[in-house]
């Protein structure tokens, strides 16, 4: 019999979005390449900007929630790129590849019912794997935000 964990799947459906606001994919589709370094007039970041901090931030909490000897980057500069536009097209891509792969294997973690989802990391300060997963989930859905509001602004939003 499979085994039925209704807080596990609430979760992995809360870090999947799209009840309550875009998707990442929705959100990242309709921005194109060539206006990724763009910041819109008003805006604090470019697409680019968000797409890296997002994926370095899920990043840093994955690799906390597997090792005691993980170390975060720097803060605030580890968290952001150095450039509001990609090298290229490539790192672009390779981005939103990792942002996936990560998304991925965080989301193997929450579905794994031998992963305990309220035991606190002995090398932590009191996080939790479920803290850990409302963390990423609320940080993503922030930026997300951030993401259709820049597409708005560039005129590339399509709902």
Known sequence: MPH?????????????????HATFDQATRSLPFSRAGERPSGAPHSAWELLEHMRIAQNDILRFCQSADYKSPDWPSGYWPASPAPEGEAQWRASLRAFHDDLAEFLAMVRDPAADLY?????????????????????NSYHL???????RLLGTWRE
Do not use: M, N, Y
Not at 4 to 20: K, M, N, S, T, Y
Not at 119 to 138: H, M, N, S, V
């Open 145 to 151: 935000g951030q993401l259709v509001l820049v597409g």
């Open 4 to 20: 039925h964990d209704p807080l596990r799947e609430h979760l992995v459906q809360l870090l999947e979005g799209g009840h309550a």
């Open 119 to 139: 035991r606190k990391f002995p090398w932590g300060d009191g996080q939790t794997l479920l803290r850990e997963a409302l963390l990423i989930a609320d940080h």
